[in-house]
């Protein structure tokens, strides 16, 4: 053979190996990526753990709750936690904890979410507050380990992309701030770090053995249904004053607002509340988020007062230059309800288009005027915590019933 034809075949043969072992190595990751995951190995089961969330006990300023959060290794732990905190007075609730995949987890993940790189691999205690109309939500963390400067352990994904080194592009993320570390009696450290949304999402805390991340979606991808309780007054507007007791007709109303809160147990209806605590909102400022959130029902919380010594009972107020009707049936229901758990005196449903909050709102609208503050028998009976409870399981019954 000359030296060219040596050449030729050398190449040729080289080629031909190639050519080979390309098309192995294509068909074969053709089979590969066709077998099912666990044959593959890739399938690693993990125990991720969600937070429990429980919103309602979190912003009880007068009635603080302690929260247990736990985490397990495997259902087994969780049971003996579970029955370890039955000891406890406070609802402590659990949400599902569960193996999941990779893909599962993925998916439940969703393509947003904030992202802290942990610095142990150890499980952190923690919960979300979410403050609601601010869009602002808290993330408190127990922890062995700092965390490091939270500008190199915090990432925003958003639509499934990390924004790294250009975080003030974010669509969703106003900014976050440190506002609280201190080292407990456990030599544990508790942080604080406070997220200004740049708008109301439902959220959801997960972590695996690296990182803790805060999930969150439209609120309209999550629930099928959304009401909006707006609690009357609050902070420096007082409402009405009550013949006997401490109470202002703004604390009463928050006193409903959290036995709803408490005793809500639809899954698939969610209730925003326009405050939890005692503080002022403007009544533009709850009747737009109510629009913002393009919510189901607005329901408003109030209680009612008389000069004369005449007034007494329940009376509700409802929408009608817009969903005349669709009010009118919510606010019979909510009356026919508490009449009949309170015995109190049934007044009328009327107009309440006279009122901005009601007039202004783009859903069926109803105000509920719990009872007279200035009548002796109405407030001794409001005084009564097993009645505010009848009355705040009463409103539950009828938002739901009207929705079912
Ligand atoms: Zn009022």
Redesign the pocket.
Known sequence: MSKIENDFFFIRKITKQCMFSFVFVCVSSIIFSCLPDSIKGKEKENLWVKFEQNMQNINKDRNKTEKIELFADSLQEIEEARNYTADYEEKVSFKTYHKTTKKEWNKKLGSQYIRIKKSGKEEVLGYLENRYMDSQIVLNLRLEHELGNLDDVITFVENGKELEGEREKSKKVENYVLTQSYQDYAEEKSIRISFQMKNVYAYELYQDKEYIYIAYREPREVYKNIVVVDV??GGKDT??YAMAGNWK?KDF?LDFARKIADVWESEDVHLYFTRLQDINIDLDERVNFANAMDADLFVSV??NSSDEDSGEGLEVLYKTNKFAQESKKLAEKCLEELVSVTGMDRRNLLNGNNIHIIRNANMPTVLLELGFLTDKEDIAFLLKEENREKMAKAICKSILDYIN
Do not use: P, R
Request: hydrophobic letters at 0%; charged letters at 10%; one cysteine or more.
């Open positions: 009357g007054h409402g009405t007709e109303n109030h209680c």
